[in-house]
């Protein structure tokens, strides 16, 4: 996910996801991990996706 990049060769990187997650942190997992994807695939815009993505969230409780 953090490897993510767009059209001017910038990754999404940590701060980014650190960031996705902080405004959706009382949400259910499956709310984060899809506000997650749909952030960096809107990062990304038309960049082709050249590796993998693989995503857990796991809330404590």
Do not use: C
């Not at 809107?42 to 996706?49: A, H, I, N, T, V």
């Amino acid at each position: 996910m953090t490897e993510a990049v767009n059209g001017k060769d910038e990754m999404f990187e940590t701060e980014r996801l650190k960031e996705v997650i902080q405004g959706y942190h009382s949400s259910p997992a499956d709310t984060i991990a899809d506000r997650i994807i749909q952030e960096v695939f809107s990062f990304s815009g038309d960049q082709p996706q050249f590796d993998d993505i693989t995503l857990m969230v796991v809330r404590v409780l």
